[in-house]
T-cell receptor, first 114, second 115 residues
Framework: DAKTTQPNSMESNEEEPVHLPCNHS???????IHWYRQLPSQGPEYVIH???SNVNNRMASLAIAEDRKSSTLILHRATLRDAAVYYC???????????????FGTGTRLKVLA | DTGVSQDPRHKITKRGQNVTFRCDPI?????LYWYRQTLGQGPEFLTY????????KSRLLSDRFSAERPKGSFSTLEIQRTEQGDSAMYLC?????????????FGQGTRLTVV
């Protein structure tokens, strides 16, 4: 299973941008990069995903390095409600079946300071 | 549709007992996943269904664990002869592939405590 590496924790001030890094040096050409976050006592929640190009949605932006070995999740203005564990995940496609699964790492715990 | 539903939310059981959890995915989602999460760790993949077919099982899924999705809708995860090490949050997720979009939607989980 391909692995991702993230810092254990990060802090940000409220209403400032946050850049959450992720390394995935063993990524293969068909692996999508997904980000999920998990609030306390909740299941993980989808944030964003991409393959090669940078992506934007209403929650965040995803910047993917040209060699795809790393990516950065960008929260443009952190709020207290963004305090959560953020997981960078590689969605691995099984070559034989075309199916895929999500492999989580330990994630980055984001603390937002008021 | 209110999302992925899991029942029960909490379960306390004595060691050696059998337990069964249920997951109701989002309607029409053909893919269903089970994960296990222990404190301070990310979710660990257990197994995965495409409709009613169980396509992959993790090495974590010992012979005491069995999962079914009989009609391609809801799924059950049964743990036989529970052990204290089975204490964890059990998460279910479902997804539907549409083009390149295939995000998984997770339920709130079933927290199992084995005493």
């Amino acid at each position: 299973d391909a692995k991702t590496t993230q810092p254990n924790s990060m802090e940000s001030n409220e209403e400032e941008p946050v850049h959450l890094p992720c390394n995935h040096s063993t990524i293969s050409g068909t692996d999508y990069i997904h980000w999920y976050r998990q609030l306390p006592s909740q299941g993980p929640e989808y944030v964003i995903h991409g393959l090669t190009s940078n992506v934007n949605n209403r929650m965040a932006s995803l910047a993917i390095a040209e060699d795809r070995k790393s990516s950065t999740l960008i929260l443009h203005r952190a709020t207290l409600r963004d305090a959560a564990v953020y997981y960078c995940i590689l969605r691995e496609t099984q070559k034989a079946s075309g199916t895929y699964k999500y492999i989580f790492g330990t994630g980055t715990r984001l603390k937002v300071l008021a | 549709d209110t999302g992925v539903s899991q029942d029960p939310r909490h379960k306390i059981t004595k060691r050696g007992q059998n337990v069964t959890f249920r997951c109701d995915p989002i309607s029409e989602h053909n893919r269903l996943y089970w994960y296990r999460q222990t404190l301070g760790q990310g979710p660990e993949f257990l197994t995965y269904f495409q409709n009613e077919a169980q396509l992959e099982k993790s090495r974590l899924l010992s012979d005491r664990f069995s999962a079914e999705r009989p009609k391609g809708s809801f799924s059950t995860l049964e743990i036989q002869r529970t052990e204290q090490g089975d204490s964890a949050m059990y998460l279910c997720a479902s997804s539907l592939v549409v083009g390149t979009r295939a995000e998984a939607f997770f339920g709130q989980g079933t927290r199992l405590t084995v005493v």
